[in-house]
Nanobody
Framework: QVQLVESGGGLVQAGGSLRLSCAAS????????MGWFRQAPGKEREFVAY????????YYADSVKGRFTISTDNAKNTIYLQMNSLEPEDTAVYYC?????????????????????WGQGTQVTVSS
């Protein structure tokens, strides 16, 4: 079993920055991958970013490309999402998720059902 705990959410003005963290404990998978998803009120949960645990492969949603950066710290079993130039449209609950085996295809990385473990989420609110 894998436990995921997100932190770092909060309230920020448009144009500001936040860094989210997701700490993994329990059984972890060195050949696996992690992702960030978000869900705004009344909307479907959507893909934000993906990283293999090796850090060699990353994917981003078009809406965040160039503004968000996903990274890993294997020694701490933690991933990060650095979010810059935040916009009100980025307001959502952000979830991290884990898959035991990394899937190389970008389409697979974007698919919510490919992730087995999920955190409880952290709220990000961007004011205009």
């Amino acid at each position: 079993q894998v436990q995921l705990v997100e932190s770092g959410g909060g309230l920020v003005q448009a144009g500001g920055s936040l860094r989210l963290s997701c700490a993994a404990s329990g059984r972890t998978f060195s050949s696996g991958a992690m992702g960030w998803f978000r869900q705004a009120p009344g909307k479907e949960r959507e893909f934000v970013a993906y990283v293999s645990w090796s850090g060699s492969t990353t994917y981003y949603a078009d809406s965040v490309k160039g503004r968000f950066t996903i990274s890993t710290d294997n020694a701490k079993n933690t991933i990060y999402l650095q979010m810059n130039s935040l916009e009100p449209e980025d307001t959502a609950v952000y979830y991290c998720a884990a898959m035991p085996q990394a899937l190389g295809l970008q389409s697979a990385a974007r698919t919510r059902t490919n992730y087995r473990y999920w955190g409880q989420g952290t709220q990000v609110t961007v004011s205009s």
